[in-house]
Structure formats: C-alpha cells, structure tokens
C-alpha cells in the first residue's frame, strides 16, 4: 500500500507524489517565453555572451542557417535540466522580425518514469547587426602581409594556384576558432603575390607552411603603423617567402650535370640526371646545393617524333613544332622507343635529353 500523492491524492511513486505531479513539479527545461536572436547580417554568425558564434560551413544566403542560428540561441538561453533531453521548434507563424514557436522537448524527469513531451511557446525576436570578423573585414583590418616571390625570377601559374589554394584552405580551417581568420586583399603582379591577412598568427602558421613545403628562404619586417591605446607602438609585420630560382619541372645543373627538377618538398628536391639518367634527392644542406645553377625553364621542353632508329645507336627525331631533326643517344631513354612515338626533350649545350613529363 503505497502513500497517497500529497497534491492530488492518487497513488504516489516518487517522493510523495504520483507520476503527473512530480513531472509538473520537475519540467524538463527553464525557459524565457521570449529570446532575442541578435545575428550578423553578412556571415549569420549569432551573438552570445562575450563575442560572436560564427557558423561555418553554412551559405549564410539560405534558410538552414536560421535553423543553426536558433540552435544557438536555443542552446545559449533555454537551461536544459538533462542531457537527454531532446529539443527542437516548430514554426508557429513567421513574422518579417518575430518567431512564433513552439519548443518542444521530449525527455524524462526521473530515471523511473517513462519518456514524456513538454511544449512551451516561445517567441524568437530577430536583430541582425555586423560580427567583429565582418566590421574588421570590411574595414579592411590586417596584422600582417604575406608577400610570396621566386628567387631571380617570376613565379609559375602553377605556383600562383597552389600558394593560393594553400592561403585560402589554411584560412578557411581557422575560421570559427580565431575571429581574424580572413583575407581583405590578395594581389597579384608579376612580381609575386601579396595576401593582407587579419590574424598574426595566421600568417605565421600560413608562412611555416609555405617555407617548409617549397624549401624557401623567409624575411620578416616589422612597420611602425601607430600606437596602442597605452601609447606603446603598434607594428604590422611583413613576412617575405622567397621560393627557390627553379621550380617543378625546370633544369639545374647540380655538379656540373644537368638535371631535372622532379619533386619540391618538405623532404628536399628530387631530381633525375639527365646525362647518366639516376635520381637523388637533395636538400639545402647537402653538399650538392651549393653547386647549384638555373639551366632553362620547362618552358623550353618540347615535343619530339621519333623517326628512325640508326645502326650507330643515335635515334633521330623530329621537333614537332619546328621540325628540326636531332639526335639523341639510345643510351638515355630508360626503355624501347619506336617510330612515330612522341616523347619530350630539352636541348642543353646542343645536345638533346629526353626528360620526364
Ligand atoms: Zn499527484
Ligand atoms: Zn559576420
């Protein structure tokens, strides 16, 4: 014989009361009939105590960032009594401003009682203001320059592509953790590339990137640009990466030989000899860099025809462009060739090297 519930007078199970008066006694969540959503017009990011929540990965343009938007604000000012709780809204009537919701969530108020609904109106006000990343953003704010060159010449279009491509992923992956995470300018001459970024730091981890993948020399310079508020002086950095005087696919001479550059990476320089045909890999501290000198371009690769073959183990080929013959040694193609096979080759000292592609 159980006591009777002391509010209502039926059976009661849970300290003195019965089911349905101990879950008005315990609701699932505390929440304020009204909640302000104050979110940035331009990115969605949503305002909460001490600074902005960006949403990454949402087009801020469509409807899903309302739904992250009110997941935040949900989360920030509904207190949810159990983390088992499960919340969601359903859309009442949707004013140019105001929200008219219902919240409802479904949960448990004890471990003994069964799963239970609980609904709760709830207006949403809507304001929209502009998040700390957007103001500085547009305002142009940077903390440091990122000036990309090559050493005694221009970069290659395919160095222009990956070094941004390798900016805009490295920012793209801080955004949401560091709210200088952005670029406001990049621009291209045909000197090199220069990238104003907002966030020191990110320069930084950007420019070690940079210098680690394409062995590159790194100058930083520091401008006097003003004064902080306590009147200590304000300096915006310059980080200069200087990337090496050839590039992939480009021939050096390295001891006297010449040679292919096949691969630039944290590992060193890879590179096939063109003479006796063998690869190595080299890097800055190795003996071999010193001796180091730019040959051509690969823009001075081209295309050949094989013609024939000749007794003397001379192949002759045929400049596909210009139609000069040429010879080229039997001994420096690694495998068979046949008449009409096109390869590619450069001319260094007269002499033609079949290279890789
Ligand atoms: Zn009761
Ligand atoms: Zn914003």
Redesign the pocket.
Known sequence: MTAPCYLCGAPSIIDGLCEDCYTKEHPLVKTPSVINLLS?K????VKIPGG?KPIVGIDPNTEEILEKQLEIAIGQEVQNLSPENEMFIEMEKKLDRVLETILVVQGRSHPQLKDHQETYPLEIRLEYG??D??GMMSGGYHEAILQVRADGRYLTDEEVRDVQNLVISRTVSEYGKDTKAFVTNISETKYGLDFMIGSEHLCRQIADELQSTYLAERKENFKLIGQHKGGKDKFRITILIRLLSFALGDIINVIDEPCQVLDISKGGVSCLNLRDRSTFTMNPKSAKWRTIEFLTDKSNIHEFMIISKSANHSIQVMDSKSYEIHEIDEGLFESDVENGQKIRAVLIDERLYPVQV
Do not use: I, P, S, V
């Open positions: 940035c331009q990115c969605g990011a902005w502009t998040c990343t957007c």
